[in-house]
């Protein structure tokens, strides 16, 4: 069956350090893929997203390219802020509209002064 | 923005009761999902809901599990008999149509089971 593998938290880093989370997985065909962000007290929200392979998704400074070859998904940032604390989430989806999304564990970050 | 709103934001409850989590999807939403993280673990898909029956449920969802769009308003997670693996965050979502990619989550329901 499909999966997410996420790389484990907690990521701590200095404000304006540049950030990666790891995301791979594991599925059949050509899913779409996702980044969800919690802030604390808050529900998840979609980051940004991918349908289909070499795309690239954007949003708030944030990136990630969907890569076929490498099964991956990961997540980058030039430069972090603090207020960019939050948990992290991959997923994926078959369905194309998001609704029924297969999510890795999490990765929880925390940007210091 | 939209909210979908999520109570209570905490539930204890003892083993072998019931408990009913609620939730208030986005108003002009059609598509209505239950998902849970045990600690530790990966995000779970349990059930999607549309047209006021069960789409799709997860092996998870079993016969302790029920759902229900009681009001034309909320949307209910019940538990009938609650064991202590089914402490967890659940989190309820809802979508509008399929041309809106963008599912909305709740901040989900902390539950415990003592």
């Known amino acids: 069956g499909d999966s997410v593998t996420q790389m484990e938290g907690p990521v701590t880093l200095s404000e304006e350090a540049f950030l990666t989370i790891n995301c791979t997985y594991t599925a059949t065909g050509y899913p779409s893929l996702f980044w969800y962000v919690q802030y604390p007290g808050e529900g998840l929200q979609l980051l940004l997203k991918a349908t289909k392979a070499d795309d690239k998704g954007s949003n708030k400074g944030f990136e990630a390219t969907y890569r076929k070859e490498t099964t991956s998904f990961h997540l980058e940032k030039g430069s972090v802020q603090v207020s960019d604390s939050a948990v992290y989430f991959c997923?994926?989806?078959?369905?194309?509209?998001?609704?029924?999304?297969?999510f890795g564990t999490g990765t929880r970050l925390q940007v210091t002064l | 923005e939209p909210e979908v709103t999520q109570t209570p934001s905490h539930q204890v409850t003892q083993m072998g009761q019931e408990v009913i989590l609620r939730c208030v999807p986005i108003?002009?939403?059609?598509?209505f999902y239950w998902y849970r993280q045990i600690l530790g673990q990966k995000v779970e898909f349990l059930v999607s809901?549309?047209?006021?029956?069960?789409?799709?449920k997860s092996e998870i969802f079993d016969d302790q599990f029920s759902v229900e769009r009681p009001d034309g308003s909320n949307f209910t997670l019940k538990i009938r008999s609650t064991k202590l693996e089914d402490s967890a965050m659940y989190f309820c979502?809802?979508?509008?149509?399929?041309?809106?990619?963008?599912?909305?989550f709740g901040s989900g329901t902390q539950l415990s089971v003592l």
């Open positions: 997923a994926l989806s078959h369905t194309g509209t998001a609704s029924k999304l297969t």
């Open positions: 108003s002009n939403h059609l598509y």
């Open positions: 979502a809802s979508f509008r149509a399929a041309t809106n990619e963008k599912l909305f």
């Open positions: 809901f549309y047209n006021n029956e069960i789409s799709e």
